[in-house]
T-cell receptor, first 114, second 110 residues
Framework: DGGITQSPKYLFRKEGQNVTLSCEQNLNHDAMYWYRQDPGQGLRLIYYSQIVNDFQKGDIAEGYSVSREKKESFPLTVTSAQKNPTAFYLCGSSGAGSTNEKLFFGSGTQLSVL | QKEVEQDPGPLSVPEGAIVSLNCTYS??????FMWYRQYSRKGPELLMY????GNKEDGRFTAQVDKSSKYISLFIRDSQPSDSATYLC??????????FGPGTRLSVLP
């Protein structure tokens, strides 16, 4: 079944702790994205990657880090430097061919602070 | 002025009504336009995709793009309670950097 898998669905972070959100896609897409969604607000771009081993900061990258060691995977780490991490995090991907320029999303991870 | 504006609603309509959802934007370079449906605490689902201007129809959904007015619309015919969700518009200049509206919350009442 092709798609984007995000895990876990719910995640809790203690103060001072780093946590990592997983995102895996089997759509053979080149580009992957991380967005943050707060209630009543649009999606804000955290990081994106167009190719393996390369990524760029989005509008709100402070307090976050990513890696892109494999085409299929784009994990997001929320560091202790992110002081307001409670939000719904969405991973997306877009690719080449007939689906180019179309952005698809996973099911999201809700991160809360304990 | 925000790059993409969208009335947040909530918008309540009776079942069977025609729903009109709209976004305006300021960047005339946008070429790719999308509408997403998002149920509560779920990932957005791509509903409609349009390149440049014109109309596109898919079942009960019609997307319109008017680049001269910098205005896009999504129409839902014969609305159903299952259409109750938040609808996000998104657009892109180059097919890589996407800008989203804040979303319109729709309730279709049985």
């Amino acid at each position: 079944d092709g798609g984007i898998t995000q895990s876990p669905k719910y995640l809790f972070r203690k103060e001072g702790q780093n946590v990592t959100l997983s995102c895996e896609q089997n759509l053979n897409h080149d580009a992957m994205y991380w967005y943050r969604q707060d209630p009543g607000q649009g999606l804000r771009l955290i990081y994106y990657s167009q190719i393996v081993n390369d990524f760029q900061k989005g509008d709100i990258a402070e307090g976050y880090s990513v890696s892109r060691e494999k085409k299929e995977s784009f994990p997001l780490t929320v560091t202790s430097a992110q002081k307001n991490p409670t939000a719904f995090y969405l991973c997306g991907s877009s690719g080449a061919g007939s689906t180019n320029e179309k952005l698809f999303f996973g099911s999201g991870t809700q991160l809360s602070v304990l | 002025q925000k790059e993409v504006e969208q009335d947040p609603g909530p918008l309540s309509v009776p079942e069977g009504a025609i729903v009109s959802l709209n976004c305006t934007y300021s960047n005339s370079a946008f070429q790719y336009f999308m509408w997403y449906r998002q149920y509560s605490r779920k990932g957005p689902e791509l509903l409609m995709y349009t390149y440049s201007s014109g109309n596109k129809e898919d079942g009960r959904f019609t997307a319109q793009v008017d680049k001269s007015s910098k205005y896009i619309s999504l129409f839902i015919r014969d609305s159903q309670p299952s259409d109750s969700a938040t609808y996000l518009c998104a657009m892109s200049q180059n097919g890589q950097n996407f800008v989203f509206g804040p979303g319109t919350r729709l309730s279709v009442l049985p």
